[in-house]
Structure formats: structure tokens, C-alpha cells
């Protein structure tokens, strides 16, 4: 390994410079531009802008030389758009002067005596394109408008480059044209690596500045490095990678958009890539939620894949994550106000009960199950058991801290979960379901809803999850409902007032008392009769008593003639809906 500090013209003595087909894509974002220009145009002290790591690749009589970029490809990719961008700014006359140094730079000649120009910078697959527009391209300047956020990041920074460097004048632009191909201003440190050195450790090393690799970044470069030491031939090695993970994870935009996006699992945003390849090494064993965390996830990865011996090792570990990413994309769904579930629809119906409490610790577990259990009704009757077993736990508060370890338990020995899916009792769960928080209340009401309305006297049978919980006695009672009935305690004695007021407070918090509206009463306080007609512009509950489990539950008696809603009503629904969910769960 040889480290020195050099200008940007040390590419003029490169040929191609490769960046391997493996490594993520471009990625820096206005920040980063931002930071770098500010830099670069602040004339009173010395810049150094990081390091570059590459490596020489073996000479072919004939061939172009040819280096490979194992880190660096962010700050190199965004110098040689920004000298572009300053080419591009120029007047005829300066274009002209100029254009010698440009294609020295930025491109190279297969020979001295050869009159075509190639792209020296050669880059990964899905950043080609947009990279080949900007630094071959000669009208792009005049398309800015039609370069926005859903763009590659390439053409952004080409954008903000232009559109930033043309609000300074033409001498700071020479300035900064200038110093960038002075061969005196060493901004760079580059590294060129020897055949016997371990890119991979010393890239881990080294790489603490820029936007850091993720997890999925590192796992893929540790699979597709390894693979390059193990194949004959490097063209079968990128045949691999675009029949596998190209095919699967960055074939087009929206797939890269996917496996990119994130969602809530716990108090962290974790993206759908980063998920899957933690359900893959729970599954398989390699992550033990004992010893590592999800900070560990690209270490024992690689520790794993440097101990592949075989091609075929190596292939049939990347054909397994291939296929559960495809089992992952097709079930595991995302879930939004506008998503439309059924109670028929188990798998759903359990992802969406996980996603609102926001618990990814069991999906090793459901993609487990999608791959060892092809027929229907055997994936049915395990995620029946599984939804029981959370849902239960869910309704008495339970700790959740000790999933990671269950979700493993599960997976080694399903017979397990047939077991604890029944721990919690029926008599436990309607002592739950008396003091009831609102979101596991509106949770519930909304899937008892979806299963009545597997009867055939529904025509709806799907709904989306946008609806309100409401109190029907309300949490303020006490403002305008003053009347309270006589009371007994169990051993048959009267309650005194206090007794009979705190009676009260606890059962605003029973489950027969929370029912859902298509939005929130502006009555919530008011008396019942109030709060169900509406009072003047204000339109009451049933006007907003779309479900069964208001309009059946509350609105049908109350116009029978049943206009009282107290303690006694709260509890027989308690009793009834509490009986709907042990038939369920």
C-alpha cells in the first residue's frame, strides 16, 4: 500500500477508472455539494477533501490500463461533474483553450493515435447513464428545469453545480477551474493498493468521512468482493450479480425505490433492505439477539461470507437472499390510511396488527413460515396462532422487550408457539380489555369490525384504518354528566358517591365504552342524547356511524328507545365485545 497526496490531474495518468459494479450508487446530497463548494471556493487556506482507495488491475497486453475505485467514488464522481460544470460555464473562446485539459481528465484514448474518446470514469451500473449525460453531454445546461428530486442524484448535482456557479463571476469560476487542475494543489490523498493488500479491511478502516455505507451497502460488497476472489473470471462474477441482486433489489426505480424506503420498527426508521437481511441472519441463525445488536449487522454478515470456501457456497447464499427478498416484497406490505384490508385476508390482516404497534421483531418468523409452508392452510393455522399470541399479550400490556428471543424459539420449534399462544387466559383478557388504551382499543374495534363483516349481510367487506376513537361517555364526564346511577360493590353492599364516581372514571376505560366514527365528535362532552343527535351546525355520533360497531353497538338502540347510556350499558358491551375477540383470538 502506497498513500500520497495528489491534485485531481493524477486521473490524466489513469486510463479507465472502474468503480465496481457492486458498490452502491451515488449518493451525495445538496449538503455535501454545498460543503464541497464552500471549501473549495475559500481562497485563504489549504483544502484537503479525503482520500481515494485503488487498486491496479492486472495488465492485458493491448488493454487500457485500468484502476478499480474500492472507496472514494462520491468525492471523485462529484469533482470530475464540478469541472465539467465550470467547462460547461465557459465562453466559446475559454471552451476552446480548454478542451484539451477536459478530455485529458475526463476521458481517455484506447491509443495515442486513435481519434475517439472514452469515458474515464466508468461507472456502476445504475448511475451509467445519467453520469455518460453529464460529462458527455453538451446541451444539458439548457434542460435544468426538467431535472428535479425524483432525478438520479448525478444530474442533481450537475444542476446545483450549474445554478450555484453561475451566481459568481467569471473570474472566480477561472479561479476555481484553475486550481482544481493545478498539479501543485494536492486536495486528495490517494492510496494504490498491491495485490497482497486486503481492500476490504483497509476501506473499513479508512472510511469515516462522506455518507457512510449502510449495513445492506457493506453486505453487498462483502458478497460480490468475495466472489471476485473465488470465480475465474470476473465477467461471470458480474453475470451473478446482475441475474441476482440487480435483478432483485435495483432493476428499475421503483424497486430500488422500495428496498430504499423505510418504516418504524421500535423507536428507530429502518429501511426494508436493512429488515430483510436481519429476518435472513435470524433465520439462519448467524444473529444471535444475545450478542448483537443491529449496529452488528454488516460484521457478522462478512464474518460469515469470508468463509465461503466455494463458487457454490457463495451462490447459493445469494439465491437464498434473493428469494426471500421476493417472499418479503410480495407479503410483507406497507400499510397507509388509503391501504384496504380485510378480515379474510390473514396474512395482511397480521402485518397491519404488527405494523400499528410497530413491532418488526417477528417478520424472521413470517418469512420463515412463507418458505417452509407452501399450502395455504398451513400458513393460515400458524398465523392464526401467532396473531393470538400478540394480540392476547397486547390487551394485558405485556412485555414486548423479550420478542427478539421468542421470534427465534419460534422459528427453531413451531411446536412452541402452538403452546404460548395461549398463555394469556380468557379471564386475563377481559380484565385487559377493562383498561384499555385507545390505540389498542381502536385496533381491535377495527379487525372485530372486519370480522362481522365476514357475514354475508355486508356488501362491504374491506375498509381502510382511518377511524377515530371516541369515548361515548366521555374521559370528562363529570362536566355535564352529573347522574349517577345507584351502585352495589360485589358482596351486595351500596357504593357510597365516592366509590360510585371512581366506578365511573374506571369504566370510561372499558372497551364497551369506545366505539369508532368516521372523525372525532366536536360533542365528545356532552350529554348522551347531545352527542348522539347533534346540537345546532354540530352534527352528533350518528352522523358519523358508518360501522356496525357503532351503528349496530349504539345507534339501532338508542333509536329503539334504549336513550340511556351508563355503567350497566358499558358493561353488558363489554361482555359482548369481549366475547367477539376470544372468538377471534
Not at 477561472?174 to 482544481?180: A, D, I, P, R, V
Not at 421500535?266 to 429488515?275: A, H, K, P, T, V
Not at 388504551?437 to 374491506?462: G, M
Not at 355520533?541 to 345507534?555: E, F, G, N, P
Amino acid at each position: 500500500m502506497e498513500a500520497k497526496a495528489k491534485s485531481f490531474t493524477f486521473l490524466g495518468n489513469e486510463g479507465k477508472v472502474r468503480i465496481p459494479f457492486f458498490q452502491r450508487g451515488y449518493v451525495w446530497e445538496k449538503q455535501n455539494w454545498s460543503d464541497l463548494l464552500e471549501d473549495l471556493m475559500d481562497t485563504n487556506r489549504n483544502h484537503f477533501l479525503g482520500s481515494l482507495i485503488l487498486k491496479q488491475q492486472k495488465a492485458i497486453s493491448g488493454d487500457v490500463k485500468e484502476v478499480m475505485v474500492i472507496d472514494g467514488q462520491q468525492r471523485l464522481t462529484t469533482l470530475s461533474i464540478l469541472v465539467k460544470v465550470l467547462y460547461d460555464l465557459f465562453l466559446d473562446e475559454l471552451k476552446e483553450n480548454t478542451k484539451n485539459l477536459m478530455l485529458n481528465y475526463l476521458f481517455y484514448k484506447k491509443t495515442p493515435t486513435d481519434k475517439n474518446y472514452f469515458l474515464k470514469i466508468q461507472h456502476s451500473h445504475m448511475d451509467t447513464i445519467a453520469y455518460k449525460s453529464v460529462i458527455e453531454g453538451e446541451t444539458l445546461h439548457t434542460q435544468l428545469d426538467l431535472i428535479t428530486e425524483k432525478n438520479s442524484k448525478i444530474l442533481q448535482c450537475y444542476k446545483y453545480f450549474y445554478q450555484s456557479l453561475s451566481g459568481f463571476n467569471e473570474n472566480a469560476r477561472n479561479g476555481l477551474f484553475n486550481s482544481l487542475l493545478d498539479s501543485e494543489n494536492k486536495i486528495l490523498v490517494v492510496i494504490d493498493l498491491e495485490d497482497k493488500d486486503n481492500e476490504q479491511a483497509i476501506f473499513d478502516t479508512i472510511n469515516s468521512a462522506g455518507v457512510r455505507l449502510s449495513s445492506a451497502d457493506i453486505i453487498k460488497n462483502s458478497l460480490f468482493q468475495r466472489a471476485l476472489q473465488l470465480y475465474d473470471d470476473q465477467d461471470e462474477v458480474i453475470e451473478c450479480y446482475d441475474s441476482s441482486w440487480k435483478k432483485t433489489f435495483l432493476i428499475d426505480e421503483d424497486t430500488s425505490a422500495f428496498w430504499d424506503s423505510s418504516r418504524i420498527t421500535g423507536r428507530l426508521m429502518r429501511d426494508n433492505i436493512e429488515i430483510l437481511l436481519h429476518c435472513i441472519a435470524v433465520i439462519g441463525g448467524f444473529y444471535n439477539p444475545d450478542m448483537h445488536t443491529l449496529a452488528d449487522l454488516g460484521t457478522i454478515y462478512k464474518k460469515k461470507i469470508e468463509g465461503f470456501g466455494s463458487r457454490e457456497e457463495i451462490e447459493l447464499f445469494i439465491k437464498e437472499i434473493c428469494d426471500y427478498a421476493k417472499l418479503y416484497r410480495e407479503n410483507i406490505a406497507s400499510f397507509s390510511s388509503l391501504t384496504l384490508l380485510s378480515f379474510e385476508d390473514y396474512t395482511s390482516r397480521l402485518l397491519h396488527i404488527l405494523d400499528v404497534l410497530q413491532v418488526t421483531t417477528f417478520h424472521p418468523f413470517i418469512l420463515n413460515v412463507l418458505k417452509q409452508y407452501k399450502e395455504d392452510e398451513d400458513r393460515k393455522i400458524i398465523f392464526k396462532q401467532i396473531e393470538r399470541y400478540l394480540i392476547r399479550r397486547m390487551i394485558v400490556g405485556a412485555d414486548t422487550k423479550g420478542y427478539n428471543k421468542i421470534c427465534k424459539e419460534f422459528i427453531d420449534d413451531i411446536s412452541s408457539l402452538q403452546r404460548k399462544s395461549i398463555d394469556i387466559s380468557d379471564e386475563e383478557v377481559m380484565v385487559g380489555l377493562k383498561k384499555i388504551q385507545n390505540k389498542t382499543a381502536c385496533l381491535l374495534l377495527f379487525w372485530v369490525e372486519l370480522n362481522r363483516r365476514t357475514d354475508n349481510r355486508f356488501d362491504i367487506k374491506e375498509l381502510k384504518y382511518n377511524y377515530s376513537l371516541e369515548h361515548i361517555m366521555p374521559q370528562k364526564w363529570d362536566q355535564h354528566w352529573l347522574d349517577i346511577p345507584v351502585k352495589t360493590n360485589s358482596d351486595g353492599s351500596l357504593m357510597t358517591p365516592e366509590e360510585a364516581r371512581q366506578d365511573r372514571f374506571e369504566k370510561i376505560y372499558w372497551i364497551g365504552n369506545m366505539t369508532l366514527l368516521t372523525t372525532n365528535s366536536s360533542l365528545k362532552n356532552y350529554i348522551f342524547t347531545v352527542k348522539m343527535n347533534g346540537q345546532g351546525r354540530k352534527k352528533g355520533i350518528k352522523s358519523y356511524a358508518q360501522l356496525s360497531v357503532t351503528k349496530d353497538d349504539i345507534v339501532i338502540p338508542y333509536e329503539s328507545g334504549i336513550t340511556i347510556w351508563d355503567e350497566s350499558r358499558i358493561t353488558m358491551r363489554t361482555e359482548s365485545i369481549g366475547s367477539e375477540i376470544l372468538a377471534i383470538w
